[in-house]
């Protein structure tokens, strides 16, 4: 469990300790321009994962993996979680939001 402060500061701080510089990291496309800012502060490098109207898609992610991803940052409504890679959910609007989370 990780405390922060805030939904930006939390998906912030687990890449900073579990990755580095030059590593990959699969986001959705398109995602919050915050996150890829974040990433390139931290020297991450974005690779994107395509997403339809019900959330990313398998395949998509499958590749980003393949390709190196060390991690996977995305909104859980939607998400499944992929073994052996760190898997960041950033909820953000989960207090405000009535659609069932899907895992």
Known sequence: MTFAHGALDRVGRLPSVELR???AV???DPEYHHLL???TALGLR?????????GVLPEA???ALRAGARAFVCSPRVQNPYP???VVENDHASDVDDAPCRR
Do not use: C, F
Not at 46 to 54: G, N
């Open 26 to 28: 699969a986001m959705e």
């Open 21 to 23: 510089p030059g590593d």
């Open 84 to 86: 052996d890679v760190l």
């Open 61 to 63: 992610v499958r590749e």
């Open 37 to 39: 800012d974040l990433g």
């Open 46 to 54: 974005m690779v994107p994962v395509a997403v339809d109207d019900e």
